[in-house]
């Protein structure tokens, strides 16, 4: 069992498809935009999410390749069809290390005639710890262009407060783990680290967006800890384009 090669072979067949989760404002469950999430259809072992691979792409270095073809699927389904509000790829922070990165990017959208205000990116911490000035304008440009960043599994890594100065970010995505403790009895510290960000983000005009919302109890309290928008198996699961 070789993924890497299988991996390969993938590529030249183009055998990856993007799913998309809806992202609502909370308040009146409205739709506001989607996740593209990556999924592979493996000829032996059927449809794969990346926590099967990504690894793998990562260490090899072919998740640059596969994105592209991610990218350009994501961006058809754009072309073709009126999806509600922005879809939000997922940037591995690789992509940072070349500098047209932003280019191709703005240039598949140009070539399909979709607004680039349609689409955004999401980037983890990781990327921005890598290399500040590069990034940094990569982001700049996207975001002339209309493209915007959100910070993705935000509380997890290492949330360095200065990033969200030094970098155009547009929305940060609570961590699913905090929400995960927000049950009858929320654990305090959860509490407390979702108070932290909500404040940090509305003082800086960020959106807010809480992952992994699975009941009504959770969307309850996280619109009275202030969080606006939300994603998560209560309001829908990844899904086919159709
Ligand atoms: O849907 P799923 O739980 O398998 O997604 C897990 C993680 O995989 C996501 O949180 C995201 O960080 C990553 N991911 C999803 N789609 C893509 C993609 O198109 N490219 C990259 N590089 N990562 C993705
Ligand atoms: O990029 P990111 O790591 O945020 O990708 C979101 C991942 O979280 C996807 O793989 C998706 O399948 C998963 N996910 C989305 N909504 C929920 C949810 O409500 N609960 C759980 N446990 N996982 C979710
Ligand atoms: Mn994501
Ligand atoms: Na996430």
Not at 84 to 93: E, F, K, L, T
């Amino acid at each position: 069992l070789d993924l890497e090669a299988d991996l390969r072979r993938a590529i030249n067949s183009d055998a990856f498809e993007p799913h998309y989760q809806p992202i609502v404002r909370m308040s009146d469950a409205t739709v506001v935009g989607s996740e593209a999430l990556l999924r592979w259809r493996h000829e032996q072992r059927g449809l794969l999410a990346p926590g099967a691979f990504l690894d793998v792409g990562e260490e090899s270095g072919l998740i640059e390749q596969v994105d592209w073809l991610m990218y350009a699927r994501v961006i058809a389904d754009m072309a073709r069809s009126d999806m509600p509000g922005y879809v939000a790829i997922n940037v591995s922070p690789r992509h940072f290390r070349s500098p047209d990165f932003a280019d191709r990017l703005l240039g598949l959208v140009a070539a399909a005639g979709v607004a680039p205000s349609r689409l955004r990116i999401e980037i983890t911490e990781v990327a921005l710890l890598d290399d500040a000035p590069r990034i940094s304008q990569s982001l700049n440009l996207l975001r002339e262009r209309g493209v915007l960043a959100q910070l993705d599994d935000f509380g997890t890594g290492f949330s360095a407060l200065s990033y969200l100065h030094r970098f155009p970010i547009a929305a940060l995505k609570i961590d699913r783990s905090f929400v995960a403790d927000l049950n009858g009895d929320a654990r305090a510290e959860s509490v407390a680290v979702i108070r932290a960000i909500v404040a940090l983000a509305g003082s800086l005009g960020i959106e807010i967006i809480a992952e992994g919302v699975e009941t009504q109890a959770q969307r309850e309290r996280l619109l009275e800890l202030g969080c606006t928008y939300a994603q998560g198996f209560l309001f829908g699961r990844p899904e086919p384009p159709a």
